[in-house]
C-alpha cells in the first residue's frame, strides 16, 4: 500500500474534512504532506461529506444524526479502514494520472 507510514495522519484528515471541524483548506489541515496524497484526502472526504448537513447522516452507512464531533469520531472508528482503502486507491489512480500527463 503507497504512503503507508502516512495512513493515520491522512486517514484523519479525511475524517476532520468530512465532518466538518475542519477549519483551514485541506493543504493546511495537512501540512508538509506529498500534494497527492492532499488530493486523494480531499477527493474522498468529499465522498464522505454527510449529504443533509446540519442532521449529519453518515455518508457510507447512513447512521445517525451525528454532530461534527460526533461524525469524525464515527469515521475513524468504525470506517477508518474503508478510508484507508479509498486513500489508498485514489493515490494509485492519481499517480497513474500523473504518470500519463509526464509521457
Ligand atoms: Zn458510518
Known amino acids: 500500500m ?5 495512513m493515520p495522519r491522512l486517514v484523519d484528515c479525511v475524517a476532520r474534512i468530512a465532518s466538518g471541524i475542519a477549519r483551514k483548506a485541506p493543504s493546511e489541515e495537512c501540512p508538509s504532506l506529498p500534494k497527492i496524497a492532499v488530493e486523494a484526502v480531499e477527493l ?3 465522498r464522505l461529506a454527510p ?3 446540519p442532521s449529519l447522516y ?3 452507512c447512513s ?4 454532530t461534527r464531533k460526533g461524525y469524525y469520531l464515527h469515521l475513524k472508528r468504525v470506517h477508518g479502514n474503508d478510508i484507508k482503502e479509498e486513500i489508498s486507491s485514489e493515490i494509485k489512480r492519481l499517480e497513474q494520472v500523473y504518470r500519463g500527463h509526464l509521457e
Open 2 to 6: 503507497p504512503y503507508e507510514a502516512l
Open 44 to 46: 474522498v472526504a468529499n
Open 51 to 53: 449529504q443533509a448537513a
Open 58 to 60: 453518515c455518508a457510507l
Open 63 to 66: 447512521r445517525g444524526p451525528y
